[in-house]
């Protein structure tokens, strides 16, 4: 049964609504705060009335896993069905289901929110428009199908459920959603509902678990494992010296959502906040780097600088919810049951708010050596990766250091070709770079669209590339604030650091580009008719189909390199132009 009601988008209205369905459906009422915060969230373009549709008898699969499995086996009766709340902006009637409803369906159709019958973890499946609601930035979100009232809805939304502390946690919960996430995205995953998560961890664990006393990392793992996707851990005390928040920026950047561990909590990163290209609330001297090169004091400036904010599903928070690295890590330590090391550190200046204060809203600054201390004990990502990806971010971000960001002498062509001496050189012209993995398919087709003359675009739309590439995009301050780079560098992903080429793709600057594997056949096919030459002193009627273009000498591997460096610095290619469009919009959506 469906009941409609509109109420005007206003505070007053929504507590009132609040109560009165508290009232009427008081067992799938168990969480209201967390209902009028996620109705708050709603952003209304074309009117100021939002239409509740309330579905009663829902059948939510999620929720009738857990309940045959668990729920049902109690002395307590439970419910089996759900509530599910449907959001339209404007004022919507029954009839206007019986007509075409793509106009609905474009912009009026908010989301839904199903509601358990539990006490705890009553917020059940859960999908939201980001873009109808109140957060900017930058997001990944799968397309789903619902059906509300006789009529097949699809919206554009990450999913998102409370954990009921019984059959799932956080752990669990986060596991359930990134998966679900994935398999509707993409066939080749596999959804686990609740019980087969609970059954993949009962195998690799030596304890019960029902009731769910949370899950390790490394259960996490085998159980993205035997979703088939591929999960890579990174614990801040091994990434340390990387930096881990350029490390979490790569993978965000990616468009890969994946699952940020804190302490004694889990939440999913699915995009982040603004970025401030035009960097117009930052100080370049505060956020800028330098190292020594060689002698040379060379000033750096990664992207991941220029955001503030993560968007994250957390079940503890509203969907969507906005918030630093840092911030997630000082809440939920100080609600942990860790115990600091070194109290001593804390002054009246610095110190845990009193219990039952809110660390967002405190407004609490800790120093960065705190901090520091709290991710060491605590923070790990679990990055999903598709199973043809051997060269994660780590050790991608070491390949591009050793050849191009930390060689002076790359540094200095690039310098020579911009006739820019002082790029890098301070920290008000610092070199801009920004690092992310992209598919080629969608890095090709975002290329040829922006691409500005022949040559370029017949480039990129016919040479071979692997599945996926690692990019490395290098410009300034003044090309970034118009969302263009320089330099362009392209990383086999399907590679290895171990390779001859170091998984090096190619490399593109203003009047230079090396494709590496035109470089790889040329000292091939060099070789070999050099064997040749030698052998029989003569090659004018040489066949030259059966030279096996596989095989390289132990000369070629150890001048794979200085071949490509010398095609790139010595050979001009007119065609590259000084500046090009940054990849985006692509791996995640503007909202």
């Not at 019980?195 to 664990?205: A, D, H, T, Y």
């Not at 630093?324 to 000082?330: A, F, P, W």
């Not at 580009?513 to 029989?536: C, G, T, W, Y």
């Amino acid at each position: 049964m469906n009941i409609f009601t509109t109420f005007e988008f206003t505070e007053d209205n929504i507590n009132e609504l609040v109560i009165k369905l508290i009232n009427i459906y008081p067992i799938y009422f168990q969480e209201p705060d967390r209902i009028r915060e996620i109705i708050k969230l709603f952003k209304l373009e074309h009117s100021n009335n939002i239409t509740l549709i309330i579905e009663s008898n829902h059948v939510d699969r999620q929720y009738r896993d857990s309940y045959y499995s668990y729920f049902s086996q109690k002395y307590s009766s439970f419910e089996r069905n759900c509530l599910r709340l449907a959001f339209f902006e404007g004022n919507i009637k029954y009839s206007d289901f019986m007509s075409d409803i793509s106009e609905i369906q474009q912009h009026a159709f908010l989301g839904t929110i199903v509601l358990r019958p539990l006490n705890v973890g009553n917020i059940g499946h859960t999908l939201l428009n980001p873009n109808k609601l109140k957060i900017v930035g930058y997001v990944q979100t799968s397309t789903f199908k619902v059906m509300i009232c006789g009529r097949k809805f699809k919206l554009k939304a990450f999913p998102y459920s409370s954990q009921d502390n019984e059959t799932m946690t956080c752990a669990e919960t986060a596991l359930f959603n990134l998966i679900q996430y994935y398999s509707q995205k993409y066939s080749e995953y596999r959804l686990l509902m609740p019980n087969e998560i609970l059954k993949i961890i009962e195998q690799v664990s030596y304890g019960r678990v029902l009731p769910s006393n949370g899950v390790d990392d490394a259960c996490m793992t085998k159980v993205l494992q035997t979703a088939h996707l591929h999960p890579i851990l990174y614990r801040f005390e091994n990434e340390e010296d990387l930096d881990f928040d350029e490390l979490f920026y790569a993978y965000v950047e990616s468009g890969i959502p994946f699952i940020f561990g804190l302490p004694q909590h889990a939440v999913i990163c699915i995009g982040h906040g603004a970025v401030d290209f035009k960097i117009t609330h930052h100080n370049l001297e505060n956020i800028s780097v330098w190292e020594d090169i060689e002698g040379h004091n060379i000033y750096y400036l990664n992207t991941a600088r220029l955001v503030d904010d993560y968007i994250f599903m957390d079940d503890n928070r509203a969907p969507y919810f906005v918030s630093t690295i840092d911030k997630l890590t000082e809440y939920y330590y100080e609600n942990s049951n860790y115990v600091f090391e070194s109290d001593d550190v804390f002054d009246d200046e610095n110190k845990f708010p009193d219990d039952g204060d809110d660390i967002f809203e405190a407004n609490v600054e800790y120093p960065q050596d705190i901090i520091k201390k709290m991710k060491r004990q605590c923070d790990c990502l679990i990055v999903p990766l598709y199973k043809r990806i051997f060269l994660d971010a780590s050790r991608a971000k070491s390949i591009f250091d050793l050849h191009f960001l930390k060689n002076i002498d790359f540094i200095h062509k690039i310098q020579e070709a911009y006739d820019d001496k002082t790029w890098g050189c301070n920290f008000e012209n610092p070199l801009v770079w920004r690092m992310y993995l992209a598919s080629s398919n969608s890095f090709k087709d975002f290329k040829c669209r922006y691409v500005n003359n022949d040559d370029m675009y017949e480039y990129y739309s016919s040479e071979a590339y692997p599945r996926f590439v690692w990019v490395l995009e290098i410009g300034t301050v003044s090309t970034f604030s118009v969302r263009k780079a320089r330099v362009e560098i392209l990383l086999d992903a399907t590679s290895s650091r171990n390779s001859d080429t170091w998984a090096i793709l190619s490399v593109v600057y203003k009047g230079h580009a090396v494709f590496v594997p035109h470089v790889i056949n040329k000292m091939r096919k060099l070789q070999d008719v050099r064997k040749k030459i030698s052998e029989k002193n003569s090659v004018s009627d040489e066949d030259y189909s059966s030279i096996n273009l596989e095989e390289i000498g132990e000369d070629v591997r150890e001048n794979i390199l200085t071949e490509i460096f010398k095609s790139l610095y010595y050979n001009s290619n007119k065609f590259v132009d000084d500046i090009y469009e940054i990849y985006s919009n692509s791996n995640l959506k503007e909202i």
